[in-house]
């Protein structure tokens, strides 16, 4: 299939002024699955204690760390308006760090000195700052020295949607942007899909030929959700900006017999011999111990105008389930825990890995709580489709008395990873935190607080997170990563509606 590319030039740092706007409402989300909280809980798995001899010292390795995009640059670059949640998006590379959320973003360099922005997250998307968007992710890729991000686009009347892909060839996060878009409006769907629809989180995967997005569809003014669509993008017709883009949409997936939920594809980082990605398989909320992996092989052929082959399997896993909702100081209110979908997924070495958020039952203790749990698989192909997938590692990342929620994960390649998550319970306000697997280990080690919260997230509801992220950094042994987090009060809303913030953090891997 072929698009024209839409090539806009403009600032990318323009910001709105305080005024009113005719965006009356903050994101809006659909529900990708039905939550069965109460269900979940009685199949939450229980950890196991770990004693390492040799595990790290708390914080050692802890580099950059600093205050990331917040709630008040969202209200000062939106009208005033206020969102939740952040929907975490992060990019590092070429000595920049971009940080992406709802709905505002900023360049850093690596010290966290604010390079650029606070500005409107639409700007690099050269849409208009009152537009309805949601969802931001960013990938810079050393590669072709381009930076590449996607967030989801709603028209006002809520009668058209789709995708709109920013790419920077320049180096130079700050500099401008140009933009492909695919519409997602699927008009031409049968009448059951309750079209026109929109594609809900748009999850950001790379590899040596494409961009790879995909997206949970769902009816824009119904409840019909019609399963994953996958789409691959030639990198080298926006990269060289061609009249034309060659895509490929891979439609309505389905696996076990239900439609697919939140395939996630892969960061993949050096020779792949396909794109690969994860999703999880609780469809009905009551818990699973399986996890489906999926391979696109010949992906070359997006360039020249041709298909990849899609395959997919099951493979059996650690048990998960639908986490309970997060308890926090100095509030009787709770946080959105999410669910059990797969989150941020990455390829590298020969393996895949992922993690999503579970109910657990921490080690010595007697409550379900909600903690990370992380796969590390290894496919086998053959014949161009996948043959079978091996678990080499896989955990739970919990701690007693707390709450572990959002979770995202980054492995070296040399059997090191980090994995970073907001960190909240009783006796603790949500902070931003992080645990480490070693060289040689099988277990990460006990969460390391990077940032505590300063206070209790008191909004209605109190929607959080969506997602943390991570990667690596393509210049050294260390990963940078971002969650969400209670923030210092200046960095809080003015009203105090909404008071969130996000944390940045680069850990070194040694």
């Given at each position: 299939?072929?698009?024209?590319?839409?090539?806009?030039?403009?600032?990318?740092?323009?910001?709105?002024?305080?005024?009113?706007?005719?965006?009356?409402?903050?994101?809006?989300?659909?529900?990708?699955?039905?939550?069965?909280?109460?269900?979940?809980?009685?199949?939450?798995?229980?950890?196991?204690?770990?004693?390492?001899?040799?595990?790290?010292?708390?914080?050692?390795?802890?580099?950059?760390?600093?205050?990331?995009?917040?709630?008040?640059?969202?209200?000062?670059?939106n009208?005033?308006?206020?969102?939740?949640?952040?929907?975490?998006?992060?990019?590092?590379?070429?000595?920049?760090?971009?940080?992406?959320?709802?709905?505002?973003?900023?360049?850093?360099?690596k010290?966290?000195?604010?390079?650029?922005?606070?500005?409107?997250?639409?700007?690099?998307?050269?849409?208009?700052?009152?537009?309805?968007?949601?969802?931001?992710?960013?990938?810079?890729?050393?590669?072709?020295?381009?930076?590449?991000?996607?967030?989801?686009?709603?028209?006002?009347?809520g009668?058209?949607?789709?995708?709109?892909?920013?790419?920077?060839?320049?180096?130079?996060?700050?500099?401008?942007?140009?933009?492909?878009?695919?519409?997602?409006?699927?008009?031409?769907?049968?009448?059951?899909?309750?079209?026109?629809?929109?594609?809900?989180?748009?999850?950001?995967?790379?590899?040596?030929?494409?961009?790879?997005i995909?997206?949970?569809?769902?009816?824009?003014?119904?409840?019909?959700?019609?399963?994953?669509?996958?789409?691959?993008?030639?990198?080298?017709?926006?990269?060289?900006?061609?009249?034309?883009?060659?895509?490929?949409?891979?439609?309505?997936?389905?696996?076990?017999d239900?439609?697919?939920?939140?395939?996630?594809?892969?960061l993949?980082?050096?020779?792949?011999?396909?794109?690969?990605?994860?999703?999880?398989?609780?469809?009905?909320?009551?818990?699973?111990?399986?996890?489906?992996?999926?391979?696109?092989?010949?992906?070359?052929?997006?360039?020249?105008?041709?298909?990849?082959?899609?395959?997919?399997?099951?493979?059996?896993?650690?048990?998960?389930?639908?986490?309970?909702?997060?308890?926090?100081?100095?509030?009787t209110?709770?946080l959105?825990?999410?669910?059990?979908?797969m989150?941020?997924?990455?390829?590298?070495?020969?393996?895949?890995?992922?993690?999503l958020?579970?109910?657990?039952?921490?080690?010595?203790?007697?409550?379900?709580?909600?903690?990370?749990?992380?796969?590390?698989?290894?496919?086998?192909?053959?014949?161009?489709?996948?043959?079978?997938?091996?678990?080499?590692?896989?955990?739970?990342?919990?701690?007693?008395g707390?709450?572990?929620?959002?979770?995202?994960?980054?492995?070296?390649?040399?059997?090191?990873?980090?994995?970073?998550?907001?960190?909240?319970?009783?006796?603790?306000?949500?902070?931003?935190?992080?645990?480490?697997?070693?060289?040689?280990?099988?277990?990460?080690?006990d969460?390391?607080?990077?940032?505590?919260?300063?206070?209790?997230?008191?909004?209605?509801?109190?929607r959080?997170?969506?997602?943390?992220?991570?990667?690596?950094?393509?210049?050294s042994?260390?990963?940078w990563?971002?969650?969400?987090?209670?923030?210092?009060?200046?960095?809080?809303?003015?009203?105090g509606?909404?008071?969130?913030?996000?944390?940045?953090?680069?850990v070194?891997?040694?």
């Amino acid at each position: 299939m072929l698009v024209a590319v839409i090539a806009l030039l403009g600032s990318a740092f323009t910001s709105p002024a305080l005024a009113s706007s005719t965006r009356e409402h903050g994101v809006r989300h659909k529900p990708a699955a039905t939550v069965n909280r109460a269900s979940a809980l009685s199949h939450a798995p229980h950890a196991t204690a770990v004693h390492r001899a040799d595990a790290r010292a708390q914080g050692d390795g802890l580099g950059t760390n600093f205050n990331g995009v917040s709630s008040l640059d969202s209200q000062v670059t939106n009208f005033g308006l206020t969102f939740e949640p952040p929907d975490q998006g992060l990019c590092v590379g070429n000595g920049f760090v971009v940080e992406m959320v709802n709905s505002a973003f900023r360049v850093y360099d690596k010290h966290g000195t604010t390079l650029a922005g606070p500005t409107n997250v639409n700007a690099p998307f050269h849409d208009d700052f009152a537009a309805f968007t949601s969802d931001p992710r960013c990938h810079y890729d050393p590669a072709t020295n381009t930076w590449y991000a996607v967030v989801l686009f709603i028209n006002d009347p809520g009668t058209e949607s789709r995708l709109d892909i920013a790419f920077n060839t320049s180096g130079d996060p700050t500099t401008d942007w140009s933009v492909f878009r695919i519409d997602t409006t699927r008009a031409d769907a049968p009448a059951s899909f309750g079209c026109p629809c929109f594609g809900d989180q748009p999850k950001l995967g790379i590899d040596g030929s494409n961009l790879y997005i995909t997206t949970d569809e769902f009816s824009i003014l119904g409840p019909q959700f019609n399963g994953v669509q996958i789409y691959a993008i030639s990198k080298s017709d926006l990269v060289h900006h061609r009249s034309e883009v060659h895509f490929v949409h891979y439609k309505d997936l389905t696996i076990a017999d239900n439609p697919a939920l939140a395939v996630q594809p892969a960061l993949t980082l050096g020779e792949a011999p396909a794109e690969f990605f994860l999703s999880s398989l609780d469809f009905n909320g009551t818990g699973d111990n399986r996890v489906a992996v999926w391979a696109l092989t010949h992906v070359d052929r997006v360039s020249a105008g041709g298909t990849p082959l899609l395959s997919s399997m099951i493979v059996t896993t650690e048990a998960y389930a639908i986490p309970p909702q997060a308890r926090q100081k100095g509030s009787t209110s709770k946080l959105d825990s999410g669910d059990d979908r797969m989150q941020q997924t990455q390829f590298i070495n020969g393996e895949i890995w992922g993690e999503l958020d579970t109910a657990i039952v921490p080690a010595d203790d007697a409550t379900t709580h909600a903690g990370a749990a992380w796969f590390r698989i290894q496919p086998q192909l053959g014949d161009s489709r996948l043959k079978g997938a091996t678990v080499t590692g896989q955990g739970y990342v919990a701690s007693k008395g707390h709450d572990v929620i959002y979770p995202a994960v980054q492995a070296d390649g040399q059997g090191r990873a980090a994995i970073v998550f907001t960190l909240t319970g009783p006796h603790m306000f949500p902070a931003a935190a992080y645990a480490v697997l070693d060289q040689g280990e099988s277990s990460f080690g006990d969460p390391v607080v990077a940032a505590e919260g300063s206070g209790p997230y008191v909004a209605k509801p109190q929607r959080w997170g969506d997602y943390s992220w991570a990667v690596l950094d393509p210049n050294s042994d260390s990963v940078w990563m971002a969650t969400e987090y209670m923030p210092p009060k200046e960095s809080q809303t003015t009203n105090g509606r909404r008071p969130w913030g996000t944390r940045v953090i680069q850990v070194e891997l040694q």
